[in-house]
């Protein structure tokens, strides 16, 4: 059950002052590192940097499946050497090998739908922790005010080396520090989220509307002997259009 503001001015900091040794444990208990340490796995080792590899990876093998290429036609020099049947070769092996980064590009979106569910859970810890934390702050803020001397050295001089009062506010602004980071990993994990889904949005669109008209190209270009300029620019743009689509779904739509 979360504490109250409260509970804190009237009975755990007054028990600090009392005791004055345990000021440094004040508000220690308000962070869950265990998803801390998953929100950090999820950023930078979790499925959607490895969608944001998988679609990277996409791209740039379709420059070598770029249908312009087989449609030059060859020089008497490449002919002579069989330079044109190796471009051919290149593009059927790259056109071949793009259905099975497609798959496993597919496979990669699946798990970054699977993960957004566990964002949400980890958004909702750090929230709560952040919330609490601020709970901390304001309640020894509240009690500093409240109880100008608290803590403070005693009246009359005298040498005094443990000065509870500063050390409290020393802890309290900390904990401002801290509190400051988690919120920072929130609004973090917000854009992350929100990146993910737009990077899911934009990939399904293109591989549900631009891939089959892309491979019903190709295979018109690689199923005919003679390719017309028409079948060549209608392949090319169904190519562009495939590219184009790919690399703005690794757009970020904002940063912190």
Known sequence: ?????????????????????????????????????????????????????????????????????????????????????????????????????????????????????????????????AAELQTHIDAGRQFLADNPEAGAPPAGGGVEFDRPRERFARRLANLATLQSSQAMSVIQMRLTKANAVDMLDRFTETTEVLVPLWRQHTLNLTNTKNMNPAMVAEAAKAHEALVRGLAQSLEPIGTI
Request: glycine share 6%; charged share 25%.
């Open 1 to 129: 059950m979360p504490v109250t503001q409260a509970s804190l001015v009237q009975e755990a900091i007054p028990a600090l002052f009392r005791n004055p040794l345990t000021i440094a444990e004040y508000g220690s208990a308000q962070k869950d590192e265990k998803a801390v340490q998953e929100l950090d796995d999820l950023m930078q080792r979790g499925p959607v940097p490895k969608l944001a590899a998988a679609i990277a990876v996409i791209v740039a093998k379709l420059a070598e499946a770029d249908p312009r290429r087989i449609a030059k036609a060859p020089t008497w020099y490449g002919g002579l050497t069989g330079q044109a049947i190796e471009t051919k070769v290149v593009y059927e092996v790259a056109r071949r090998d793009l259905d099975g980064l497609i798959a496993s590009a597919a496979a990669a979106a699946q798990a970054v739908r699977d993960a957004l569910g566990l964002m949400d859970r980890l958004m909702a810890s750090q929230e709560a922790d």
